[in-house]
């Protein structure tokens, strides 16, 4: 299997024109779904691979989701971008 690839998008809406969840799965096992969170209802990104992962509640600014990506470029600057 060619690993470099995206190999899956998946996009569910309610049939009026907002989206429900949005699902990308690429390279040998690798997955995001943004969605709302069945527990909470609240918009949140789940990134893993295979079936383990982390999730992050990304509805407003400063929410996990950012505090995550700050934590990255804070830990790994060589891979950060704008």
């Known amino acids: 299997m060619e690993k470099a690839i995206i190999r899956d998008i998946n996009i569910e809406s309610d049939g009026k024109g907002r989206f429900r969840r949005v699902r990308i799965v690429f390279g040998p096992h ?11 209802g609240e918009l949140t990104l789940y990134m893993g691979s295979t079936h383990h992962g ?3 509640r990304a ?3 400063g929410d996990q989701l950012e505090k995550i990506i700050n934590e990255i470029r804070e830990t ?3 891979l950060t971008f704008g």
């Open 30 to 40: 690798y997955f995001i779904d943004i969605m709302p969170a069945k527990e909470t």
């Open 54 to 56: 982390f999730s992050a």
């Open 59 to 61: 509805e407003d600014v």
């Open 76 to 78: 790994h600057p060589e």
